[in-house]
T-cell receptor, first 115, second 109 residues
């Protein structure tokens, strides 16, 4: 079965650079979630989209922005990168939102290293 | 403030049942209990979820107390590949899954 696809899997950027992470949800899934997981930490919710509209916002820095496109894929744009942005970034998708008795499935993540 | 409380770690002998508890005393009537696990920096893996009835699938069983203030995830026959961090998550008012600290389960040969 098709899963959530994230690209790239690994990314190395220098401080103050910009990075774009992409997420392709499971076909027909209309909801996308982004999470950040620092070393030794638990996943922290960043932002979510439902039907191309932002549905919830967590601890996402102002330097980050995201959107969901008409084909439901999503991109997380990160600017003015800092060393502390080095982390695993996970995307998840679901059909409908998790308040409505649905499962969310995660991709394998993008490992961002800022040097 | 934590929405769920789980023991930080547990051990389980291979082949035995692993019972992972979770307290969620502030859960609301329409909030679901979700369980995910994460194996060494891989993407979190969905296990099971439920509202108030016990649920079972090919991976695990979920037992929710009648007052819904706690639940237990049961892996009936733990294998070494079940070693992971297990997260009990409540689907809150917001459209997201809030990960707490989870339980690190170690399956011992």
């Amino acid at each position: 079965a098709a899963g959530v696809i994230q690209s790239p899997r690994h990314l190395i950027k220098e401080k103050r650079e910009t990075a774009t992470l992409k997420c392709y949800p499971i076909p027909r899934h209309d909801t996308v979630y982004w999470y950040q997981q620092g070393p030794g930490q638990d996943p922290q919710f960043l932002i979510s989209f439902y039907e191309k509209m932002q549905s919830d916002k967590g601890s996402i820095p102002d330097r980050f922005s995201a959107q969901q496109f008409s084909d439901y894929h999503s991109e997380l744009n990160m600017s003015s990168l800092e060393l502390g942005d080095s982390a695993l970034y996970f995307c998840a998708s679901s059909l409908g939102d998790v308040r409505a008795n649905t499962e969310a499935f995660f991709g394998q993540g993008t490992r961002l290293t800022v040097v | 403030d934590a929405k769920t409380t789980q023991p930080p770690s547990m051990d389980c002998a291979e082949g035995r049942a692993a019972n992972l508890p979770c307290n969620h005393s502030t859960i609301s009537g329409n909030e679901y209990v979700y369980w995910y696990r994460q194996i060494h920096s891989q993407g979190p893996q969905y296990i099971i979820h439920g509202l108030k009835n016990n649920e079972t699938n090919e991976m695990a069983s979920l037992i929710i107390t009648e007052d819904r203030k706690s639940s237990t995830l049961i892996l009936p026959h733990a294998t070494l590949r079940d070693t992971a961090v297990y997260y009990c998550i409540i689907s809150f008012w917001a459209n997201n899954l809030f990960f707490g600290t989870g339980t690190r389960l170690t399956v011992i040969p």
